[in-house]
């Protein structure tokens, strides 16, 4: 049976490691639908994105549409696609494209669906202060994530887990849930259970000021912000006019005004919320380097009893999907 992958983000990568090496018998990669070639860098040239770069590099076929139309539904027939995977494609997909392999088309989504439909599940989850999330396998239908669900891969958040991190873990994730879900898929075994829509609930796409941390939240809530949007858009706070860009932080107990410096040594800075207090272990300023707290402080002072001023908390999580300009 042949496959098709359509993606554009390098998460799919051990995915796709696993598809070149490990193949069900009978079933192989045939193709790799991506993105078109972006501008990137300080010269702005044109390149690949790491999925396209994946299959020129392993000599598999690689279509690039600005939009999947009837050229592509053409392809999938003239190469007799049985099944097509999805992780991370950027596009969404027609009705008429859906129905054109006989297997249909599969996703694996960064969430344990139905929580954290939408664009920014990894990072948001992180940034939600969940204790675990996974991959989940499940059918596309002409609706956001909101199709029937076969299997998942369940990922644990530990404590020093950032947006970052959790990435990489949920790469590695897909591979035992491809293992197990593939050959399942092609015998015609696999079972599907509809997401219950009471527990539906969705994310959007991040933007860069919700890295704008507010110190009149609660500790807890306020380090898994943090944690959860680092690397991007990372949380930001200011220092008498200066911004701050913030990369890890732990709740903990302290007492003071919100955004109060309490201590500023190697061991962290730890600043006052509006219940307990936070410690943030590194920092950068403009121009400068992501640093330890103690490394930071040696061409930074921050004294305690001084303040940091943030903005308020924005909205990433509902129970209604976000509006498009959100």
Excluded at 161 to 186: F, Q
Excluded at 265 to 273: I, M, R
Aim: glycine share 10%; net charge negative.
């Amino acid at each position: 049976m042949n496959l098709v992958f359509f993606g554009s983000d390098p998460i799919s990568l051990p995915l796709l490691d696993w598809l070149r090496d490990t193949p069900p018998a009978g079933s192989r990669l045939v193709g790799v639908v991506s993105q078109p070639d972006r501008p990137k860098g300080r010269g702005k040239k044109l390149a690949p994105n790491e999925i396209s770069a994946w299959a020129l590099a392993n000599n598999i076929e690689l279509l690039r549409p600005e939009k999947p139309g009837t050229e592509l539904e053409d392809w999938l027939r003239s190469h007799d696609i049985a099944l097509a995977l999805v992780m991370a494609y950027g596009h969404i997909l027609k009705k008429s494209l859906l129905a054109t392999p006989p297997l249909g088309f599969v996703n694996f989504h960064a969430s344990l669906l139905p929580a954290y439909r939408g664009a920014s599940p990894i990072e948001t989850s992180v940034a939600n202060g969940e204790a675990e999330t996974g991959v989940s396998l499940m059918r596309i239908i002409p609706k956001m994530d909101a199709g029937a669900v076969c299997d998942a891969e369940r990922v644990a958040i530990e404590h020093n887990d950032t947006g970052g991190s959790m990435r990489e873990k949920l790469a590695v994730a897909c591979v035992p849930l491809i293992e197990r879900g593939l050959p399942a898929l092609l015998e015609g075994r696999a079972e599907f259970t509809e997401q219950d829509a009471e527990a539906v609930t969705y994310c959007r796409k991040l933007v860069k000021a919700d890295g704008a941390l507010d110190f009149n939240a609660k500790a807890d809530e306020l380090a898994a912000r943090i944690n959860g949007l680092f690397p991007w858009p990372g949380g930001f706070c200011d220092y008498q006019g200066t911004r701050l860009k913030v990369k890890s932080a732990v709740a903990e107990t302290g007492h003071g005004a919100p955004g109060e410096i309490l201590a500023a040594n190697v061991d962290g800075l730890t600043v006052a919320c509006g219940e307990g207090a936070i410690r943030i272990y590194e920092l950068q300023r403009p121009a400068g380097k992501m640093l330890s707290v103690g490394d930071f402080l040696r061409g930074f002072p921050l004294d305690s009893g001084t303040f940091l001023d943030g903005g308020e908390l924005t909205k990433l999580v509902s129970k209604a999907p976000f509006p498009r300009h959100v």
